[in-house]
């Protein structure tokens, strides 16, 4: 074999060893952040809007909005979603008894990360949120809820943590049985019939919203005719929805 051979055959045995090195630190030893690797990420902060002024619950609508999926990071699984909800009446027809709000996942609600339904004639707003364990997920139910009012829903995720705001206020702190489950389905609104009323202000967060952002949105006032909106505010008494039936 000539030597010219020789050499260029030991030149790439030795770059092909660097290349192998170089992998196996990138991959599995989460040099520069590996796809596999197990050392947490500091998260970079987005959110996406979804739905700006204030849109008809009766009137179905579909985003294929890519939402930013919480990943690796160093408080682990975390996302928000915040909207601004009116209802005009909970005895609305015709319609189904059991309309989506929002659904982020599937409208036969299959895959829901999370959903957001009306209960008809019982004034409750019903959240679901899917976990890695099928049989329980995380389930919050706010009752007693007023017609003709807007009211600041807040969901909030941080690893088996879920939380639920109503106009700034802690309405629930969930414990889930196991991780939730995201999923890349699309965001339906108004889907299975609608319901009278109107949702603003949708938001997506890849981060858990921290209190002074929850008052923050609680405050801001959905984008519409003034005369078309009713008052918001402390519009009524905390009283009616916190306390246990």
């Given amino acids: 074999m000539e030597l010219r051979t020789i050499l260029i055959t030991l030149m790439t045995i030795v770059i092909v060893g660097i290349v192998m090195l170089l992998v196996y630190e990138f991959v599995y030893n989460g040099g520069s952040g590996g796809v596999f690797s197990s050392n947490p990420v500091s998260p970079v902060k987005t959110s996406a809007p979804l739905i700006d002024a204030l849109h008809d619950g009766r009137d179905y609508l579909k985003i294929d909005t890519t939402l930013p999926q919480s990943k690796n990071e160093e408080n682990g699984i975390e996302f928000s979603f915040a909207a601004s909800i009116y209802v005009d009446d909970y005895d609305w027809t015709p319609s189904s008894s059991a309309p989506i709000v929002f659904v982020k996942g599937s ?139």
Avoid: C
């Fill in 107 to 245: 409208s036969d609600l299959s895959r829901q990360s999370p959903s957001v339904t009306l209960r008809k004639n019982r004034n409750e707003i019903h959240i679901v949120q899917d976990t890695y364990n099928s049989t329980k997920p995380g389930v919050v139910v706010i009752r007693n809820l007023p017609a003709n009012k807007i009211i600041s829903l807040v969901i909030t995720i941080k690893q088996q943590s879920m939380d639920v705001y109503v106009n700034g206020t802690l309405h629930t702190h969930l414990t889930l049985a196991a991780l939730p489950m995201q999923n890349t389905g699309s965001v339906m609104v108004g889907d299975n019939g609608g319901w009278s009323g109107a949702i603003g202000n949708f938001t997506y967060y890849n981060y858990a919203l921290s209190y002074p952002e929850i008052q923050a949105l609680n405050n801001k006032r959905p984008q519409r005719d003034p005369r078309d909106i009713p008052a918001s505010g402390a519009f009524f008494g905390t009283e009616w929805w916190v306390r246990p039936l």
